[in-house]
C-alpha cells in the first residue's frame, strides 16, 4: 500500500520545524526521523500525517558528547551510530550492548535513538535502556526546552509525553560505574523480542551498592523492577543473591492486552492491533 498524500518538508532549523508543526497543527503533521517506523505505519494507513517534517537537515540534532557524567546522544543519532562509537562502549555499554539486538543492519543505519523512544514500542529495547539508566529526554517546543525523566517521558503503548508541538532534542543518559546486561527472548532473530531484560549493577567491594533492573515487552511501556533493584541493594553481589531477586508484582505488569500487537501475514515485524482491522 502507498501512504495517503501529504505535504513534506525539511527545514534547516529546529525553530523552523517547531514553527512548522504549529503552523500546520491541523494537518496532525508529524517529524520523519528515519522512517523505519513511520513509513510502514503509513504504508499501512494506521497513521495518516498531512504533513512530513523531515529532520534530517537540522543542524545540531545528531552527535554524541560527554558533558561531566552524563552522555549526551542527539536525537536525530542513528542507532548505527550509537552501535559503533567508542564513547557510547565506555560510557554507556548497555546502550551499545541493547542497540546492536534492534532490528537489522539496515534499519539501524536509517533508524534513530529519538525516533525508537518517540515511537515508544512497548517492546522495543532502547526505551527499557533509557529507564534502567534514568535517562532524561530533552524536548523543545513553542516555549522552550524542558528535560523530561524517562519514567514520565514513557506513558503508555506508542504514547509520550511529548506534545503535539514538541520535538525531541537530546536523550541525556547517566553514566554507570558497574557492570550491566542487557538479555532478551526473540522468537525470529532481529524480530521485536518477547521480552528483555536490562540490568546495571554497581558493586561497593563485594556488595551490591545500587541495581537498575527495567523490562520491555510485559507492560504497557517498559517498567522498573524497583522489589528486585531494593532486593539486590546490599545484598552480596553473588550468584545466590542475584538468582532470588523477587519478580515484579503481577499489578505492574497487567496482561498486555493495550499493546497486544498483530503479525501481518507477510511482514517482518508487527503493527498496533487497534489499527490492525
Ligand atoms: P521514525 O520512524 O522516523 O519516527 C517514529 C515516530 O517517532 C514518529 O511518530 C515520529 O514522528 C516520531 N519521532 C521521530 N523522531 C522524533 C523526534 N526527534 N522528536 C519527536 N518525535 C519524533 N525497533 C526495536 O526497538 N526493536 C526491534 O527489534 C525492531 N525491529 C524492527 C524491524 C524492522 C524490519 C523494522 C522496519 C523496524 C524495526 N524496529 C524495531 C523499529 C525501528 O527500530 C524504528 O526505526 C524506530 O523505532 C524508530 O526510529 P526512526 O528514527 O526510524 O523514527
Known amino acids: 500500500m502507498k501512504p495517503p498524500p501529504f505535504s513534506y518538508a525539511a527545514p534547516a532549523t529546529l525553530d523552523e520545524a517547531i514553527g512548522l508543526l504549529t503552523e500546520h497543527a491541523e494537518a496532525e503533521p508529524r517529524v520523519l526521523a528515519g522512517g523505519q517506523s513511520l513509513i510502514p505505519l503509513m ?26 557524567d552524563v552522555l549526551v546522544v542527539g536525537a536525530m543519532t542513528r542507532m548505527a551510530e550509537l552501535e559503533r562509537s567508542p564513547e557510547v562502549a565506555v560510557a554507556a ?44 529526554l530533552v524536548a523543545a517546543g513553542p516555549g522552550g526546552t524542558r528535560r523530561i525523566p524517562a519514567a514520565e517521558f514513557l506513558q503508555g503503548p506508542f504514547s509520550t509525553a511529548l506534545a503535539p508541538d514538541e520535538i525531541l532534542t537530546e536523550i541525556r ?56 533493584e531494593q532486593a539486590l541493594a546490599g545484598a552480596p553481589g553473588d550468584d545466590a543473591a542475584i538468582a532470588r531477586p523477587p519478580r515484579p508484582p503481577s ?27
Open 173 to 228: 543518559l547517566p553514566v554507570w560505574a558497574g557492570g550491566h546486561a542487557f538479555v532478551e527472548f526473540s522468537r525470529i532473530h532481529a524480530n521485536f523480542a518477547v521480552v528483555s531484560v536490562a540490568a546495571l549493577v554497581e558493586l561497593d567491594g563485594d556488595q551490591i551498592r545500587r541495581a537498575a533492573l527495567a523490562l520491555a515487552g510485559i507492560a504497557p511501556t517498559a517498567i522498573r523492577a524497583t522489589a528486585a
Open 43 to 68: 504504508n499501512f494507513r494506521l497513521a495518516k500525517p498531512g504533513y512530513l517534517i523531515d529532520l534530517r537537515n537540522v543542524a545540531r540534532l545528531s552527535g554524541i558528547r560527554q558533558e561531566g
Open 93 to 136: 555499554p548497555l546502550m551499545a550492548e541493547a542497540v546492536s539486538l534492534v532490528a537489522h543492519s539496515p534499519v539501524r543505519n536509517r533508524g534513530t535513538i529519538g525516533g525508537s523512544l518517540a515511537h515508544a514500542d512497548p517492546a522495543a529495547e532502547l526505551p527499557a535502556v533509557a529507564l534502567a539508566l534514568g535517562a532524561e
Open 251 to 277: 499489578a505492574a505488569c497487567p496482561p498486555p492486552a493495550t499493546c497486544t500487537r498483530a503479525r501481518r501475514p507477510g511482514s517482518t515485524w508487527r503493527v498496533p492491533m487497534s489499527g490492525a482491522g
